[in-house]
């Protein structure tokens, strides 16, 4: 953690963030000092040109993830100070949208989630998870729930409401952890993101006028009538797969971890059950969820963040891990606290690219730490704590296995 400091008093310092790899669910010490010591920053990442400012503080950070004049559109082409070598969307991806056409590409996306789509989802992410919890009872103790659950239960979920097949999971799992990777290389990650794209092109084509529910039918008809561009619809459909299955596959992983590891709390959840919905949301405010920042925004125009102008042109990062940590909205916030009353927690992010899936998330989440000691009462760690090993060069953190026994 080495700075570089500049002349001009009024701006700021340029930290040098080497994002080490963090162990459990350790708080990168950076971050830590940057929320309460400069809330409005500049750093500078492993990969890309220059510096980019760092936004921390709660309000600070739904203020810049919400204001027009913050633009994902101007990042594209463009060489920004970030973690891994690649961007993860595609080019004129979602992800890489503004309003409206940004608001254009959801909307289709939202036809997916609606609330009888949810209703169906959590029936069917029941019996997947009854499914291979009786597959984990066959394999016998120990147990490595990251192969056994937590990895193929989201794959299976997204697949499901993607429409892609079953045989092609383990291709999907494949890309997804390609892509979101800063370790897998640049010209690994570059192909498997085009791979993946050719694979929904064909999917996506497969589906018109099928008049089925998946998305991938729901994204062939957005193309049939002009809403979207072929390349839109693929956008979206390899984003969507890939959070899907790999940022629940690893933050599932990580409540799982947490609870085996706060045993006070287990007990607290398996006395009271009707506490689930409300203690993954703590977990979801409490895990640190990635390491470093996402994807930038670039300022139009000069604007004031927490007292700082940040000049036209700038790429701005936020932390929303920072924003669920800040004291002036969460009292003490380094507790887990499953009675916390108002968790207003930005763990799906803020603004326009919220996340799309927080409620199949959400759900996948309950129904996870609900079954898993119901179905095994006396779950618990089959090795000491220290000796699990954790994600190397992961965007999105998590452990590589999590042996248990019973
Ligand atoms: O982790 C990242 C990420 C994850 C994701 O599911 C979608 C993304 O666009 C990204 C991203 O752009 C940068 C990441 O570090």
């Known amino acids: ?22 162990t ?15 809330p409005v920053t500049r750093v500078r990442l492993p990969h890309g040109e220059g510096h980019a400012w760092l936004v921390t503080r709660y ?29 993860i969307p595609m080019e004129g991806a979602v992800g890489f949208a503004d309003p409206p056409d940004h608001t254009r590409m959801r909307r ?11 209703r169906s989802l959590r029936d ?24 056994l659950v937590n990895r193929p239960f989201p794959l299976a979920m997204v697949s499901e409401l993607m429409g892609v ?7 999907m799992a494949h890309w997804s952890d390609t892509i979101i990777s800063a370790g897998a290389g640049r010209e690994a990650s570059e192909t498997a993101k085009a791979e993946m794209g050719r694979y929904f092109t064909e999917l996506i084509g497969r589906n018109h006028g099928t008049g089925k529910e998946t998305l991938a039918a729901v994204l062939a008809d957005a193309v049939d009538d002009d809403t979207l561009t072929e390349h839109e619809a693929v956008g979206l459909a390899v984003l969507i797969q890939i959070g899907g299955a790999h940022a629940v596959r690893n933050n599932s992983a990580n409540m799982v971890y947490a ?19 409300q203690a993954v949301d703590e977990l979801l405010r409490y895990i640190p969820h990635r390491n470093a920042v996402g994807l930038s925004r670039i300022a139009l125009e000069d604007v004031e963040v927490g007292g700082v102008t940040i000049p036209s042109g700038d790429p701005v990062y936020v932390s929303y891990l920072t924003a669920n940590r800040d004291p002036a909205v969460f009292p003490d916030p380094e507790r887990l606290d499953f009675d916390r009353a108002y968790n207003p927690h930005v763990a799906f992010g803020h603004g326009p690219h919220y996340c799309p899936g927080s409620a199949l998330a959400r759900i996948e989440s309950e129904i996870l730490v609900d079954t898993l000691w119901t179905r095994f009462p006396n779950l618990r760690l089959a090795v000491p704590e220290d000796q699990l090993r954790w994600q190397r060069g992961a965007l999105i953190r998590g452990p590589e296995t999590l042996p248990v026994t019973w």
């Not at 459990?24 to 400069?38: C, Q, S, T, Y």
């Not at 993830?65 to 891994?84: E, K, L, M, N, Y």
């Not at 289709?108 to 949810?118: D, H, P, T």
């Open 24 to 38: 459990g669910l350790d708080f990168d010490p950076l971050l830590a000092k940057l929320l309460h010591e400069d």
């Open 165 to 171: 097949p079953e045989g092609d999971q383990p291709l």
């Open 259 to 277: 609870l085996l590891t706060h045993p006070e709390h287990l007990a607290r959840l398996r006395a009271e059950p009707e506490l689930v919905p």
């Open 1 to 22: 953690m080495t700075t570089t400091t500049t002349n001009d008093p009024d701006t700021p310092q340029v930290h040098f963030w080497a994002v080490p790899d963090l």
């Open 108 to 118: 289709v996306v939202a036809r997916a989630f609606s609330a009888r789509a949810l």
């Open 59 to 87: 309000e600070d950070v739904k203020f810049v993830s919400v204001d027009p004049r913050f633009s994902r559109q101007a990042v594209w082409g463009r060489s920004i100070t970030r973690v891994a070598p690649h961007f």
């Open 124 to 147: 069917h992410a029941q019996d997947v998870m009854d499914r291979l919890l009786d597959r984990v009872e066959e394999h016998g103790a120990p147990a490595d729930l990251m192969e």
